[in-house]
Every structure is written in structure tokens, then in C-alpha cells.
């Protein structure tokens, strides 16, 4: 898929760029992904879903433009949050489902997203990395976000 998951930590050790030939979407609380890690970062704070309800759902739209941008100019592009657990793996399932359509934020389709399809994405994601368990608040931002963009 070329979307990769990760503990922002984990990048400490690891030359993004040059080892896996990617570029960074910083989900952390706190530009957690240091900035010798040798691949373009983008930061987006995004805080857990027990400290702001929405701070997800805000996001998701400048997150899924920034990937499918970076994976249309070929990159690949690791996705990091704090733990590598909830908020990255709630991008890459809000990604997966707009770029499944091949819409972006405000493209619409056709019959809106349920509830199911949001489970669906998630399932696919934790099928790939099992340490992956997205909160309920944020699959609940996911779809709300899907909803209130009308995708």
C-alpha cells in the first residue's frame, strides 16, 4: 500500500529517507519524530481522543490530502503517533477509504460511508499490524469526519 505504521519513537533509530525511502506524517502530541530523521516530516498534532474529541476528526483532511500526495509522487509514507496504536492507524484507515473511491476531502460519492465501512478500514489496517487497536473514539472521529465531508 506504501502507507506504514509506526511509534514516533521508533524513528529515533532509523533514517527514514535513506533506509525505508520515506516520508513522514507526524501524529504526535508533540513533535515527537526528531528532525535529523532524514526524510521530509510533516507534523500534525493530534491529541488522544480522551483529551480532545475532536482533534482527530480535525485533522483527517489535510492528513489524507498530505498522503495521497506524497504516495502520488511516489513515496512511501510511514504514518507515526505516540504510541503507534490509535491515531496513526485511524489515518491510514480514514486514507484507505477516501482513496478507495478515489475521492479526497469534499469529492463526495455516490452512498455515504457507514459505520461498517469505517470497521472494515480498520480491520484491513490491523490485519497488517496487529499492534494496531484504534480507540472507539477515534474510529467514532473517522466516520464523523467522512460524514461531515461529505464522503
Not at 511509534?7 to 529517507?17: N, Q, T
Not at 528532525?35 to 521530509?40: C, K, L, M, S, W
Not at 509514507?77 to 485511524?90: L, N, T
Not at 478500514?121 to 460524514?147: D, E, M
Amino acid at each position: 500500500t506504501g502507507v506504514g505504521i509506526c511509534p514516533a519513537g521508533a524513528l529515533k533509530s532509523v533514517d527514514a529517507s535513506e533506509v525505508l525511502g520515506a516520508v513522514v506524517l507526524d501524529c504526535s502530541t508533540s513533535r515527537a519524530v526528531p528532525a535529523d530523521v532524514g526524510a521530509d516530516v510533516r507534523h500534525v498534532e493530534i491529541l488522544p481522543h480522551k483529551f480532545d474529541r475532536l482533534s482527530l476528526q480535525n485533522a483527517l483532511g489535510g492528513a489524507t490530502t498530505y498522503i495521497a500526495e506524497r504516495l502520488g509522487a511516489g513515496c512511501k509514507v510511514i504514518v507515526a503517533c505516540d504510541d503507534g496504536q490509535d491515531i496513526s492507524p485511524a489515518v491510514v484507515a480514514a486514507h484507505f477509504l477516501v482513496s478507495r473511491t478515489g475521492t479526497e476531502a469534499g469529492g463526495g460519492r455516490p452512498e455515504p460511508y457507514t459505520k461498517e465501512d469505517v470497521r472494515s478500514a480498520i480491520s484491513r489496517v490491523t490485519q497488517h499490524c496487529p499492534a494496531a487497536h484504534p480507540s472507539r473514539g477515534s474510529a467514532k472521529q473517522v466516520y464523523n469526519w467522512l460524514r461531515l465531508a461529505n464522503l
